[in-house]
């Protein structure tokens, strides 16, 4: 068999994580024809690496809105695309410790709601009552967001891919995206290979969703796209000793807003992680044993039953970070019929639903339903930074 590839497609999407594959279904569905390329298998990348964290309690107004969004298609999944993806909506509880961060959620309160997210600041009584798990000696309050919660991530870009293809999308796995033809300050035709084997295909539109490999991906295209992977680990434990299975099921995604320690249910455990400030950017996965120990002592303060837990699983997978760490999301204002997706340094999961629905508009020439011009790549050159304050 040789590789044959369609000369000619409408859409080229690059990488098939939750962002590619949530695109090419929102594309495919509108009528174009979208060929996407996977360097290794479908949600191989960060995708399938997520804590399944989904939630609209952001800071920032336009990420509120996205997560919105993103809930209200992860919700109906079932029926469009189809697929199971286990979402529970367990909630999201920020836990505060000081009177700052009380003021500073209250304020993002104000954000959630002014949006229909029917979230709350709550006093340490109710946390204590949400989430038992949580040793609350010290917090003061939380922050509340009854309707996010979490499901699971390579089920979802399996639904998307799955959506992609049933309406005519092609997917082609251990495929990669090597070069770009530009002509005119246009996108004309790409270049991609498969084992030994190269070949062009034509399109009018390319869509980079290449996640923690992005800057590569977009320096081919000439474009600069600030992404660095950085490591980011999770444990999953089995059963909690003396604790009350039901109880655990019913954990909302926790998260202690001072140090990112953050956990939720899991199988008969839980899931647990937090995003390590000295962990620096590079593409390695291997797995630093300093990292359970600084688990450990996270979680013997914060949730000490935890600890009697068993490590049962885990895994290291990137974050692909922005120097804001916000996405970076739109229309490349160098390359004509170049858009990206990517940077979403560790709520990308989460946007990717919306995010596919958004990209389709921008390619069709719609207005898309959430204004992403403030996710602009020029915000850089331009000196503008985002200012999301509830990143985990
Ligand atoms: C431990 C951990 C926990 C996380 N928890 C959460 C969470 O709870 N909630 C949340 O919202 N987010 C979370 N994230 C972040 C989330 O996983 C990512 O933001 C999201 O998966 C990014 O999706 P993506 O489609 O952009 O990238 P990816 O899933 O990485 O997909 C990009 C794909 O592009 C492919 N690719 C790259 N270069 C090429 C090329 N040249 N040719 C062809 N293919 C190429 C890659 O192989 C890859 O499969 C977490 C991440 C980690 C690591």
Redesign the pocket.
Known sequence: MTFSPPESVDVVI???????CSTAFHLAEAGKSVLL????AI????????????RACFSDPVNVALGKRSLDLLADIGTRPGGDIDLHRVGYLFLCTTSEQMNEFGSAVEVHNSHGVRSSMIGVEQVHQLSPLANVDDVVGGCWSPDDGTCT?EAV?QAYAAGARRNGALLLTN????SADIRDGHIRSVEIRSGEESAHVSASSVVI?????SK??GAAFGIDLPVEPVR???IVTGPIAGVDPAVVARSPMTIDAASTFYFHSEGRGVLA?FSDPSVQPGFDLTRDPSYLEKLVELASYRAPLLVNAEVTGG??????VSPDHDGIVGRSSDVGGVFY??G?????????PAIGEILRDLILGREPSIDIAPLSNDRFSAGRRRDERHL?
Do not use: N
């Open positions: 690059i990488g098939g994580g939750v962002v590619g390329v996977e360097k290794s949600a191989s990348g960060s995708s399938s690496k997520a804590a399944g964290g989904v991530p870009v495929t990669e995206f090597i969703a290449s996640g923690a490999w590569a991906v980011r680990e999770i992680g895994w290291a997978g990137y974050y692909e997706a990517t979403f340094s560790g709520h990308g999961f989460l946007q990717g985990v």
